[in-house]
Nanobody
Framework: QVQLVESGGGSVRTGGSLRLACEARGLPIGGYSMAWFRQAPGEGRVGVAAFSTMTGITVADSVRGRFTVSKDKATNIFYLDMSDLRPDDSGEYIC??????????????????WGQGTQVAVSA
């Protein structure tokens, strides 16, 4: 049984940094595409950054230059490093793994496994 367990969320001031971790239990992350999504209250889930086995690392325009992702295969943890945080970065951050479908640009459009999320709050 696969479980994705997120940690590292918290409250920070504008300009601060956080590192989110997604521990993958029962799934060797080296062989699968993974991603981080953000969901703000009352809004839909938005892709933030991804590590694709086909296209490498991609990040949303809104976080380019501030967020990046990495995989630690030794510990089987997928990280989201966030810096220069802004209030509109606030929300629940959710980890996803194993791509289900690809679009014409070989970008993943759906994931099989999802975590429960970790909350990030950025204050002005």
């Amino acid at each position: 049984q696969v479980q994705l367990v997120e940690s590292g969320g918290g409250s920070v001031r504008t300009g601060g940094s956080l590192r989110l971790a997604c521990e993958a239990r029962g799934l060797p992350i080296g062989g699968y595409s993974m991603a981080w999504f953000r969901q703000a209250p009352g809004e839909g889930r938005v892709g933030v950054a991804a590590f694709s086995t086909m296209t490498g690392i991609t990040v949303a325009d809104s976080v380019r230059g501030r967020f990046t992702v990495s995989k630690d295969k030794a510990t089987n943890i997928f990280y989201l490093d966030m810096s220069d945080l802004r209030p509109d970065d606030s929300g629940e951050y959710i980890c996803a793994a194993q791509c289900l479908d690809l679009d014409a640009g070989a970008r993943c459009t759906g994931y099989k496994y999802w975590g429960q999320g970790t909350q990030v709050a950025v204050s002005a």
